[in-house]
């Protein structure tokens, strides 16, 4: 049964969120996140993105966009899911997750035709960059992109419906999930990235220079990095990763 809060294996949102969803337990790593009207979606395109600033928008009525219908973000209620059943999502410990993707992450890189001006970067890079050393391990689809957004037409815009393709989810750092966000969805677009964040909770301060490398650093660590096919689709100005990591989550 649709209900107004999101409710996934007993967890309830606050009552003020207004976006609904349902969950899909074929398998442990399957969920779905879907709205009411689902004939009436279409998935999410540059023009419809550049409209639905629900993406960007706090969840409240008064962010000033006439073409949004405000919604919470999606990523901060998917993070905030608590329900046991996400226990069978792994990986079973985090720290040793990111430690054998460090370990490995040059020889990934290499297995897919990196250039070894960009290879030789990567350990430096990684070692100059801190990430939070304890996290709380939360619930992360991995591939957030626009090709796994649905968005509903109105009158005055679009607004964002569903959220789908949770085959690689996992449990792990909350700003893991934001390395895709930047490469398939802002795509170097400060004010919506900013935007984004802010809405999802980051203050303005937060907002600062660290943050696009570490979220580059997780990109790089991502298990599904191909830095290679990235450069191809946003190429930066100069050919360093610390510009790499300015390019691709431009916050300013």
Known sequence: MWVRRIRIAGHTTPADRTW???PCFQSPTRWSATWPSAATTHVCGPASLRSATVLACAGSTSCGSPTARCRSTPWAA?????????AALGPPDW????ARQRAG?????????LDSAWLDQIPAFL?????DPSPRPVLLHTEVMREHLLVTPHPDGWSLSGLFDFEPAMRGAREYEFAAVGLFVSRGDAGFLRRLLTAYGYRPYQLDDA????LLTYALLHRYSDLRWWL????????????LAAHWWRLR
């Open 20 to 22: 609904r969803t349902r």
């Open 78 to 86: 998917l993070h905030a899911i608590t329900a046991p059943e996400l």
């Open 105 to 113: 992450c040059v020889e990934r890189q290499r297995a897919c035709g």
């Open 211 to 214: 943050l696009p490398r570490r």
């Open 95 to 98: 720290d040793k997750f990111l």
């Open 127 to 131: 070692d100059a960059v801190a990430l």
């Open 232 to 243: 191809e689709q946003l190429p930066p100005p100069v050919p360093t990763l610390d510009a």
